[in-house]
């Protein structure tokens, strides 16, 4: 069983930036693919990055792509979001998440509590 812990978290204001980082109790950390999700009030848990087991790989969605960053830190168990930019509409919880998958939440099968990320206008 991985156990996933989110931080950084908090409230900003627009054009700031945040550091999420996610910390994986389970050593073999690196076989695992990595996704930030997000989850506003009333919506659906959306696609934020993913990112492949030795980080070679990246993909973002185009509401992110150019002002996030994921990496990782495979002897650290830890994945990163470095969020630029910030905007009113990335205001929800930031859950990261590890499995085989890609951009669907259900292809993932260990997720973290979630951080909250609130963004003013």
């Known amino acids: 069983q991985v156990q996933l812990v989110e931080s950084g978290g908090g409230l900003v204001e627009t054009g700031a930036s945040l550091r999420l980082s996610c910390a994986a109790s389970?050593?073999?950390?690196?076989?695992?693919?990595m996704g930030w999700f997000r989850q506003a009030p009333g919506k659906e848990r959306e696609f934020v990055a993913r990112?492949?087991?030795?980080?070679?790989?990246?993909y973002y969605a185009d509401s992110v792509r150019g002002r996030f960053t994921i990496s990782r830190d495979n002897a650290k168990n830890t994945v990163y979001l470095e969020m630029n930019k910030l905007k009113p509409e990335d205001t929800a919880v930031y859950y990261c998440?590890?499995?085989?998958?890609?951009?669907?939440?259900?292809?993932?099968?260990?997720w973290g509590q979630g951080t909250q990320v609130t963004v003013s206008s």
């Open positions: 389970e050593r073999t950390f690196s076989r695992f693919i």
């Open positions: 998440a590890a499995g085989e998958g890609w951009c669907i939440p259900t292809e993932y099968d260990y």
């Open positions: 990112i492949s087991r030795s980080g070679a790989i990246i």
